[in-house]
């Protein structure tokens, strides 16, 4: 496989699992979803930091990390603090409690939509795909990428 293809196929599959993702029952649109996951694991990854941690960390624009977290805030899934070394500041963390949106993402799967991406497909088929991306997120965790970085 060549990076070129590797790249298309982390497209393809962020896009599967945009569309399992369960829309939200207040009524909120669906949208930016990827950059809310990758803020919010972020910030379960290292309770206790910051806007600015998480932007730099993720390399997401701080405008983004900053929405993101509105959104996560506004659902309960994180929380936060003044900071005690500088009140200007917020730290955030998970909340302890789990919400009903993160309980509903939480068990949904991604078999519909990966049905509906394959089309025309056997049983087997969906199994086999099924198994390969089960295969690959026990492989490529998020905490994987910090063996790419050079300073990981």
Do not use: C, Y
């Not at 409690?97 to 519909?112: C, G, Q, Y």
């Amino acid at each position: 496989m060549t990076p070129v293809e590797i790249i298309l196929l982390g497209r393809t599959l962020m896009k599967i699992g945009e569309q399992a993702l369960p829309a939200p029952e207040d009524g909120t649109p669906l949208g930016g979803e990827r950059t809310v996951v990758i803020v919010m694991s972020d910030i379960f990854e290292n309770p206790g930091t910051t806007v600015g941690e998480v932007a730099r960390r993720t390399g997401l624009p701080q405008s983004a990390v900053s929405g993101s977290v509105a959104r996560l805030r506004s659902v309960g899934s994180v929380i936060s603090e003044p900071d005690p070394r500088d009140r200007r500041r917020q730290l955030l963390a998970r909340n302890p409690d789990l919400t009903a949106r993160r309980r509903t993402v939480a068990t949904t799967t991604v078999d519909e939509a990966v049905a509906a991406a394959l089309g025309q497909h056997t049983p087997t088929d969906l199994t086999t795909v099924l198994s390969a991306l089960e295969t690959l997120g026990e492989w490529l965790t998020p905490q994987t990428l910090t063996r790419l970085r050079p300073d990981g």
